[in-house]
């Protein structure tokens, strides 16, 4: 069983290269925890290595892990969203990006 939400919007607040791809690279639980105490009526997110019975995300480009924190489901919402992260000065590279999440049961 495929499951796939609706599109939402979320701002990507830091992404690092996994390179060979084997899961030995993404943004440690701690930077996440430290990240929900900033935005804590928004969820933070964060990707880990994909495998059958996890959750995946959409729009991401291929060798990367992210972390991100949920903006809404409008530009409108998504835009104010941005301009809170840029204001704490922490996420330099901050960006709005459209995605689902999914989860492959099969």
Request: charged letters at 25%.
């Amino acid at each position: 069983v495929l499951w796939e939400t609706e599109q939402f919007y979320a701002v990507v607040l830091k992404s690092v290269r996994d390179a060979a791809q084997d899961c030995s690279v993404f943004i440690p639980e701690a930077e996440r925890v430290e990240a929900q105490q900033l935005f804590p009526r928004h969820k933070v997110f964060a990707s880990r290595c994909y495998d059958p019975e996890e959750l995946y995300y959409t729009n991401i480009a291929e060798g990367q892990q992210f972390m991100a924190v949920y903006a809404g489901r409008t530009r409108a919402e998504a835009e104010r969203m941005l301009a809170k992260v840029k204001a704490t000065g922490k996420y330099a590279g901050a960006n709005l990006r459209r995605m689902r999440t999914g989860f492959n049961g099969t």
